[in-house]
């Protein structure tokens, strides 16, 4: 009897999950209409955001740079801006020293499909080496010391904080990385604090406890840029984060005004941008 209660429960709690995979309610947001929406980057690597005056000559952060440069690449060509870009991964490391060896170049060959671009794809005529600044910390909540999981599929180049990949378990391969909030990011890199007019997070599920952390210290980017990870294993426990960090959102005052009905959110503020 036992036994057989424990197998209707398991397969209530498998019926559930498949269930979940299907979609989110946020997945279903679309677009909003009257923005100036801008999208650059290649179709894996790239981002939507408004097109905001606030942009020209700025400073973004760009959290998660994997191997595909082409959003930050993009944005400081257009806007004659730096984009601070956050990511201790050893391949993203290595895809940035590669970009640094080519800067001022054109591109010589075209994006290919996938996250993995040669970096003579890149146009990086007139780009200057400041404006594609690496910081080799990963973002979290804390300034401590992380273990930086490996991806279930070893050809896959994004490490995780949170293991998601794996269950959320904490006894997989990994490696282990600096870890600071964005605050810190900020001070480091002479960015104030109620001057950020992007924020771009890519960063594996780590994304909610940064989120959550970044309105505690009050730091209010006008957009943000967010993968939420998470829907790409899609469970209740991942679903239930999602929800945590946009209600979070939300009660603070932002909106979302696109999602690509995957895993890609734009968030403004609506103090800003009304």
């Known amino acids: 009897m036992i036994q057989r209660i424990a ?37 894996y690597g790239g ?15 760009s959290a998660g740079l994997g191997e595909d440069a082409s ?39 075209d994006y290919v499909g996938g996250g993995d671009q040669p970096v003579d794809s890149y146009d990086l ?33 994004s490490h995780s904080i949170l293991n998601y990949q794996h269950a959320y378990r904490d006894d997989t391969d990994h490696i282990e990385v600096p870890a600071v909030p964005l605050s810190r990011i900020l001070s480091d890199h002479g960015i104030a604090a109620d001057g950020l007019p992007l924020l771009k997070l890519d960063i594996e599920g780590a994304e909610v406890e940064v989120i959550e ?11 943000l840029c967010v993968e939420y990870d998470e829907f790409n294993v899609a469970t209740r426990r991942a679903f239930a984060r999602i929800d945590r960090a946009h ?21 403004i503020d609506t103090r800003v941008f009304g």
């Open 47 to 61: 981002w939507t955001f408004v097109n905001d005056p606030a942009l020209q000559g700025a400073t973004i952060v």
């Open 71 to 109: 959003f930050d690449v993009e944005f400081v060509r257009r806007y004659g801006a730096r984009s601070v870009i956050v990511d201790p991964t050893p391949r993203a490391v290595a895809h940035h020293g590669a970009i640094m060896g080519r800067i001022g170049q054109p591109r010589t060959t």
């Open 7 to 43: 197998n209707r429960v398991r397969a209530w709690a498998t019926m559930l999950d498949a269930q979940i995979k299907r979609t989110h309610p946020l997945q279903q947001i679309g677009t909003a209409e009257g923005y100036d929406l801008v999208h650059l980057g290649t179709g």
């Open 213 to 223: 952390r970044m309105l505690y210290d009050g730091i209010r980017p006008r957009q």
């Open 247 to 267: 209600g979070r959102l939300t009660d603070a005052g932002y909106r979302c005004i696109h999602t690509d009905g995957k895993a890609d959110f734009l968030y």
């Open 125 to 157: 005529s007139g780009v200057s080496a400041e404006q594609l600044t690496l910081d080799q910390r990963a973002l979290w909540n804390d300034e401590t010391t992380v273990r930086f999981f490996r991806p279930r599929n070893p050809s896959n180049v």
